[in-house]
């Protein structure tokens, strides 16, 4: 089932009260009081989310979800940590053992979102992977969503992409890269709470610090659903720049590979030209400035003369 929850915690009244927070909610919840019991339930059943407590006799949660990792790739792991072992939990999520964690004691809104998102990061991976063109469409769609401000954005930045595309005579393989990559380039923004995505106004540096991550998580639900190389780029290097001051890995000029740099161009000239609940799209003389403006520093110069000699009368 695409629905199931283990909760894994050795008290069984905090295990009772996690299980609480699920009643009336689209979970399958179920309960281990132990690691050993846990990879169990992990071994015989399909599991969306694990979410364990840390400090249990045996198994710690770290190793547990390790484990669950080798088991299950596909499971979304929580981990539910002490502020003294932040360190040791960002590092689990380094090495990709953890998914996410939680600092105890929990505030109960925060876990039900957590788990909520990972069940449709679950389904999504599922999706993805078994998933024909219209199916991909649909996902990219129901990601849009959750951004009100981006509704038609990867229908547009398709369109836009492959008009440069057909300029550099691109093989049909790298053309439908380059629409599925258009589709789900924000696909990472299933991790980013709502309540960021939808704020007004300019974000703190800690909010924005968040949205930052969202090319990593999205390239990484990429691979686990066995995208092409090719898509799982467009989503991991779509916010690098041509002069190498974007994110997330800083790379610069041709190291950025050729479907992201399109893409970008797209994304660029999309933003700036659409209307938007708070502001005016702006005409398309003062777009053109702008991306000559951008041309050799956020953009490929070369894409961008393609894409601007395209929009020439």
């Given at each position: 089932m695409d629905n199931t929850v283990l909760l894994v915690v050795d008290d069984a009244n905090t295990l009772n009260a996690l299980a609480r927070l699920f009643l009336n909610r689209d979970a399958r919840v179920l309960r281990a009081g132990s690691g050993v019991e846990a990879l169990g339930i992990v071994g015989r059943e399909p599991v969306a989310v694990v979410v364990s407590d840390d400090l249990?006799?045996?198994t710690r949660g770290v190793e547990l979800l390790s484990r669950v990792r080798d088991l299950s790739p596909d499971t979304v792991r929580v981990l539910l940590t002490e502020t003294a072992d932040l360190p040791a939990a960002a590092e689990a999520i380094a090495r990709g053992e953890?998914?996410?964690f939680l600092v105890k004691p929990w505030v109960d809104e925060e876990i039900v979102r957590t788990v909520e998102e990972g069940l449709w990061?679950?389904?999504?991976?599922?999706s993805?992977?078994?998933?024909d063109e219209a199916t991909l469409h649909s996902i990219a769609e129901t990601i849009e969503l959750r951004d009100?401000?981006?509704r038609g954005h990867c229908d547009r930045m398709a369109a836009i992409a492959l008009k440069i595309a057909d300029g550099l005579s691109l093989p049909e393989e790298t053309r439908r890269a380059i629409r599925l990559g258009s589709w789900l380039h924000d696909c990472g923004k299933i991790n980013v709470p709502e309540a960021i995505l939808n704020r007004p106004g300019k974000l703190s540096a800690a909010d924005f610090e968040v949205v930052r991550k969202h090319p990593e998580w999205g390239a990484e639900v990429g691979r686990l659903a066995n995208l092409p190389e090719e898509v799982i780029n467009i989503i991991l290097y779509h916010h690098e720049r041509f002069d190498g001051r974007g994110y997330p890995t800083g790379a610069k000029g041709t190291e950025i590979p050729l479907e992201a740099r399109l893409i970008a161009v797209a994304d660029i000239f999309d933003a700036m030209s659409s209307d938007r609940p708070y502001a005016k799209g702006c005409e398309r003389e003062e777009v053109m400035r702008v991306m000559g403006v951008l041309r050799g520093a956020a953009l490929d110069p070369e894409l961008v003369d393609i894409f601007l000699a395209g929009l020439t009368p």
């Open positions: 249990m006799p045996g953890v998914s996410r990061r679950y389904r999504m991976v599922r993805l992977r078994h998933g009100p401000y981006t």
